[in-house]
T-cell receptor, first 114, second 114 residues
Framework: DAGVIQSPRHEVTEMGQEVTLRCKPISGHNSLFWYRQTMMRGLELLIYFNNNVPIDDSGMPEDRFSAKMPNASFSTLKIQPSEPRDSAVYFC????????????FGQGTRLTVV | AQSVTQLDSQVPVFEEAPVELRCNYSSSVSVYLFWYVQYPNQGLQLLLKYLSGSTLVKGINGFEAEFNKSQTSFHLRKPSVHISDTAEYFCAVILTGTASKLTFGTGTRLQVTL
């Protein structure tokens, strides 16, 4: 398996623009997580899904952020409109929920909002 | 509520010296514990995990950790470090019986020098 695949790896956008980050989890995994990593706040869990259903989105910073998982092999995290303070590395991770096992992480998307 | 505390933000160490990275957690229920490593511009990679059984857990790259329930600790150790171990190390916890929601500590930067 190729692991968790995120795209794009890097994104530079202007303030006010819409940004969409994409994630393909490991085949067969049924939990998916979106994390944000910044120097100031470390790794923050934004939202996670079990069997494509959002379970906990309490980490989503505000209404500008939204996440979807239309099927077991794809998820998106959207920011609209983007702001400079959204600049961070966004990680997607997946795991197999039958046992509380570890999450496998993608390489991340480095987002810069100018 | 659960939380993870990594007491040291940075740990400098000479090559071939031993190292211990500290992690403490707080939880009113049983937990699963993990250590992840993040190399520059990479995603997180699992080093080792404690789910149950023996409290001494061995992981990849010669690392090990010991679960101490009475002290609510899960410190990471390596008897002899290499330059290539320079990275950010994250301790993480999942509450047993819940969805696989990983909560991370703030990370410890291990800097190995000659």
């Amino acid at each position: 398996d190729a692991g968790v695949i995120q795209s794009p790896r890097h994104e530079v956008t202007e303030m006010g623009q819409e940004v969409t980050l994409r994630c393909k989890p490991i085949s067969g995994h049924n939990s998916l997580f979106w994390y944000r990593q910044t120097m100031m706040r470390g790794l923050e869990l934004l939202i996670y899904f079990n069997n494509n259903v959002p379970i906990d989105d309490s980490g989503m910073p505000e209404d500008r952020f939204s996440a979807k998982m239309p099927n077991a092999s794809f998820s998106t995290l959207k920011i609209q409109p983007s702001e400079p303070r959204d600049s961070a590395v966004y990680f997607c991770a997946s795991s197999l929920r039958t046992v509380n096992t570890e999450a496998f992480f993608g390489q991340g998307t480095r987002l810069t909002v100018v | 509520a659960q939380s993870v505390t990594q007491l040291d933000s940075q740990v400098p160490v000479f090559e071939e010296a031993p190292v211990e990275l500290r992690c403490n957690y707080s939880s009113s229920v049983s937990v699963y514990l993990f250590w992840y490593v993040q190399y520059p511009n990479q995603g997180l990679q699992l080093l080792l995990k404690y789910l149950s059984g023996s409290t001494l857990v061995k992981g990849i790259n010669g690392f090990e950790a010991e679960f101490n329930k009475s002290q609510t600790s899960f410190h990471l150790r390596k008897p002899s470090v290499h330059i290539s171990d320079t990275a950010e190390y994250f301790c993480a916890v999942i509450l047993t019986g819940t969805a696989s929601k990983l909560t991370f500590g703030t990370g410890t930067r291990l800097q190995v020098t000659l």
